[in-house]
Nanobody, 124 residues
Framework: QVQLVESGGGSVQAGGSLKLSCAAS????????KAWYRQAPGKERELVSA???????GYADSVKGRFTISQDNAKNTLYLQMNSLKTEDTAMYYC??????????????????WGQGTQVTISS
């Protein structure tokens, strides 16, 4: 069973940047998509960004142009570069891998992995 461990969260002021990392304990099947989700207090978990093994990416409208998802398959690591952070980006951020649609392509793996989350707090 692959385990996912997030890091890189913290507290920054609005306008600042953070880079989240998600290290997998082993390789993830190429037919799995990988994604970052977030959940703010009192709100539902939402998809922030996703990436396929072929590099295909997708972003929530709220983060387009500010966040960049990337991966280093040699290191089994997923990243999320977050720039121009806003107070509304405050949330617990989770990485995940599993079946998902990314930009009209279906990644249909059978496994589903989630990390424990890393807190991102943006102050005004």
């Amino acid at each position: 069973q692959v385990q996912l461990v997030e890091s890189g969260g913290g507290s920054v002021q609005a306008g600042g940047s953070l880079k989240l990392s998600c290290a997998a304990s082993g390789p993830i099947a190429s037919n799995c998509g990988k994604a970052w989700y977030r959940q703010a207090p009192g709100k539902e978990r939402e998809l922030v960004s996703a990436i396929g093994s072929d590099g295909r990416t997708g972003y929530a409208d709220s983060v387009k142009g500010r966040f960049t998802i990337s991966q280093d398959n040699a290191k089994n690591t997923l990243y999320l570069q977050m720039n121009s952070l806003k107070t509304e980006d405050t949330a617990m951020y989770y990485c995940a891998a599993g079946p998902m649609w990314i930009n009209s392509r279906n990644y249909d793996c059978r496994n589903n992995y989630w990390g424990q989350g890393t807190q991102v707090t943006i102050s005004s």
